[in-house]
T-cell receptor
C-alpha cells in the first residue's frame, strides 16, 4: 500500500513567522509532488507543484523535495491568519496516473 | 480557469435510496476523479476515468458506480445508500495528473 504521511497537527505559529509543513512518501518511483490548501468546509486548492530535487519558490511559499529521503516540505514565510487551513501533500504514484493524498496538516496562524 | 461544478452542495438521502452525484468540468479535460473525504482518513479515491466511456476502480469502489457518457460529465452513483456512505464527496478534473487537480466545491451527503 503506497502511503503519504503527514503530521496531523495542529501546527500553531504566530503571525509573521515561518510555518514548516512536512510530508514523507513510500513510493520511491514517484516523480510529481503537490501541495493543496483546504480551508474549513471548502475543497482543496492546488498551491504548489514540484518535480525535481531542491527548492521551488512562489511568493511566500517554498516547496522542497528530497527524493533520496522521500521527503517533501512546504515553507510559508511571513505567515498570515489567512493561511490558517489544512495543507494536503499529494504524490503521483510510479504508474504516473494515480494521486495519493496525505491526510493533511492543520495550520493555525495566530494574530 | 478550469471550473468543476458539482450539482449539489448538501444532500440528505434515506438508507436504500439510489443517489446520483453529478460533476461537470468546462475545460475539455480527459481525466476525472471521484473522492470521498472523511475526518482522519483523508481523501480516498472511489473511481476515475481517463476517457469517455472508460472508468477504473479506485481504492474504495464498493457500493459505488460511475457513468461518463460525455467528456465533460462524470457521475457517481450510490446504488443503495447506506449510513457509512455519509461523507464529503469531491470531484476533480485534470489535463494530466502531473499538473495537479482542480476540485469541485464538494457535496456533503448525509444518509439517514
Amino acid at each position: 500500500q503506497k502511503e503519504v504521511e503527514q503530521n496531523s497537527g495542529p501546527l500553531s505559529v504566530p503571525e509573521g513567522a515561518i510555518a514548516s509543513l512536512n510530508c514523507t512518501y513510500s513510493d520511491r518511483g514517484s516523480q510529481s509532488f503537490f501541495w493543496y490548501r483546504q480551508y474549513s468546509g471548502k475543497s482543496p486548492e492546488l498551491i504548489m507543484s514540484i518535480y525535481s530535487n531542491g527548492d521551488k519558490e512562489d511568493g511566500r511559499f517554498t516547496a522542497q523535495l528530497n527524493k533520496a529521503s522521500q521527503y517533501v516540505s512546504l515553507l510559508i514565510r511571513d505567515s498570515q491568519p489567512s493561511d490558517s487551513a489544512t495543507y494536503l501533500c499529494a504524490v503521483i504514484d510510479t504508474g504516473g496516473f494515480k494521486t495519493i493524498f496525505g491526510a493533511g496538516t492543520r495550520l493555525f496562524v495566530k494574530a | 480557469d478550469v471550473k468543476v461544478t458539482q450539482s449539489s452542495r448538501y444532500l440528505v438521502k434515506r438508507t436504500g435510496e439510489k443517489v446520483f452525484l453529478e460533476c461537470v468540468q468546462d475545460m475539455d479535460h480527459e481525466n476525472m476523479f471521484w473522492y470521498r473525504q472523511d475526518p482522519g482518513l483523508g481523501l480516498r479515491l472511489i473511481y476515475f476515468s481517463y476517457d469517455v466511456k472508460m472508468k477504473e476502480k479506485g481504492d474504495i469502489p464498493e457500493g459505488y458506480s460511475v457513468s461518463r457518457e460525455k467528456k465533460e460529465r462524470f457521475s457517481l452513483i450510490l446504488e443503495s445508500a447506506s449510513t457509512n456512505q455519509t461523507s464529503m464527496y469531491l470531484c476533480a478534473s485534470s489535463l494530466d495528473a502531473n499538473y495537479g487537480y482542480t476540485f469541485g466545491s464538494g457535496t456533503r451527503l448525509t444518509v439517514v
